[in-house]
């Protein structure tokens, strides 16, 4: 089982940049893939991107060219790079875990609000 923590949310302008932090522990991390989704109240959570232990990455379309996602195998985290933010941006962000026999991820970090207001 791995434990996933966020970090980083916040309050930003229309255009402005954010980055969010997973610290990942108890379990090995290059058994996962790790992953951001995001999810609007009374909204299915969507995936925003996620990466492989090899560096392999997949992202949403609304988000390619200004979101990038990273990990450190060797610090067992992750990040994500969010610049150019809108307000349709705004959500809660959280971390995921998914481990290589499972089609979807069934580890999450507590999640971080992410603002995006004038």
């Known amino acids: 089982q791995v434990r996933l923590v966020e970090s980083g949310g916040g309050l930003v302008q229309p255009g402005g940049s954010l980055r969010l932090s997973c610290a990942a522990s108890?379990?090995?991390?290059?058994?996962?893939?790790m992953g951001w989704y995001r999810q609007a109240p009374g909204q299915q959570r969507e995936l925003v991107a996620d990466?492989?232990?090899?560096?392999?990455?997949k992202y949403a379309n609304s988000v390619k060219g200004r979101f990038t996602i990273s990990r450190d195998n060797d610090k067992n985290t992750l990040a994500l790079q969010m610049n150019s933010l809108m307000p349709e941006g705004t959500d809660r962000y959280y971390c995921?875990?998914?481990?290589?026999?499972?089609?979807?991820?069934?580890?999450w970090g507590q999640g971080t609000q992410v603002t995006v207001s004038s």
């Open positions: 990466i492989t232990f090899g560096g392999t990455t």
């Open positions: 108890g379990s090995i991390f290059s058994l996962y893939t």
């Open positions: 995921s875990a998914r481990h290589y026999t499972n089609k979807y991820p069934r580890n």
